[in-house]
């Protein structure tokens, strides 16, 4: 088959065995003295010491994606973001913490006095209510810092932090083979213009 060294395909056949003049895209190390072509293609982008021995891609449970400088996953998504050749980002699953949160508010909310229908002891149905003809409201003013309350005056509810849970990344994705990378062997060595 025609290929440059250096290439990589996908091949959904192989299922992880031997290609002649291929090999599995999984991060091993390779002496730069039997694959001197390819090591002078990738280098050490992906590893390697530099002298004797050089890295190929690892692509075990990875998605590609291209390099390059841009935003997020939509153009107008900033900061701006380098994603160099050989950059190893992103991961297969994340722990939730409370920092994963984003900062929320709670409101308090409160009812007219009314005698009718007012109880002395609260349940799941009733909300503060101030006795008739106490005033227990005024205007707000800015130059006067409100008081806090109590912690107590709104309790905590849910279930209290434990361990983060750890929640998958993984995109939806089918499974066909491996990618491999066209070693000396299996191919052209490609002419840069």
Not at 129 to 141: E, L, Q, R, W
């Amino acid at each position: 088959m025609d290929a440059f060294v250096g290439e990589i395909r996908l091949f959904p056949y192989a299922n992880g065995r031997s290609v002649s003049g291929w090999c599995l895209c999984d991060g091993r190390k390779l002496p730069i003295s039997q694959y001197p072509a390819l090591n002078s293609i990738i280098g050490n982008l992906y590893g390697g010491d530099l002298k004797t021995y050089f890295n190929i891609p690892n692509l075990i449970g990875r998605a590609v994606m291209g390099s390059g400088t841009g935003g997020g996953p939509t153009p107008n998504d900033l900061p701006l973001t380098t994603r160099n050749v050989g950059d190893a980002v992103g991961e297969r699953t994340s722990s939730i913490t409370p920092n994963n949160i984003p900062s929320h508010t709670h409101q308090v909310a409160g009812a007219a006095y009314t005698n009718a229908s007012n109880v002395d002891t609260p349940d799941a149905t009733t909300v503060p209510s101030a006795p008739f003809n106490i005033k227990v409201y005024a205007a707000y003013n800015s130059a006067t810092a409100p008081s806090t309350l109590a912690p107590a005056t709104i309790g905590n509810t849910g279930t209290p932090y434990t361990t983060p849970l750890i929640v998958n990344n993984m995109q939806p994705c089918l499974h066909i083979s491996s990618y491999f990378i066209c070693l000396d062997s299996g191919g052209t060595y490609p002419i840069r213009p």
